[in-house]
C-alpha cells in the first residue's frame, strides 16, 4: 500500500457509501409509509356521528354540544341562522390532544357558554376526509 492510498481511503469509502444512498433513492418512493392509519370513510352525517361516538367514548358524555351534520349541513346552518360555527378538528397523532380535549372541549363552563350565545360547534378527527375538507371550506359571510 501507498502513501497515497492511505490518504485516500477515506474519501474512497465515503463515495462509495454516498453512490450506494443516492441508487437507493429513487426506489425509495416506491414505499408509502403513512403515519395517520387509514380510517373506512364514512357518509358526512356518519362521521359527525363517530366522531361524537368516539370522543364521547374517551373522555365522557359531559362535554361540549358537537353538531350531528357534516360540515356542509353545519356550515348551512350556520349561514341561514346567522350564528357562529365554532370548528374543532381533533388528531390521534398529537401528544395534547387527549389534555386539550379533557381540559377545553369537556369544560362546563365552556359548554353553558356555547349554549347561550348561539355556537354551532363542528367536531371532526383529521384521519377523515371531511374533516380535511373542514379546514379548507372557511368562507366569510359578511
Known sequence: MTLWTLICSPFTTLHRILTFITTLVPYLSRFHLNSIPTRRQLALQDTA?????????L???RHIPFEQHGYADSMHHVKEN???LLVVL???EHDDTPAFCRGVLCDE??????????????GGNVADS???T????????D
Do not use: K
Open 49 to 57: 356521528s363517530r366522531f361524537v361516538r368516539e370522543f364521547e367514548e
Open 59 to 61: 373522555y365522557g358524555p
Open 82 to 84: 346567522d350564528v357562529y
Open 90 to 92: 381533533v388528531s390521534e
Open 109 to 122: 363552563m365552556l359548554s353553558e357558554w356555547v349554549q347561550g350565545n348561539d355556537v354551532v360547534v363542528w
Open 130 to 132: 371531511e374533516a380535511n
Open 134 to 141: 373542514g379546514i379548507i371550506c372557511f368562507v366569510n359571510y
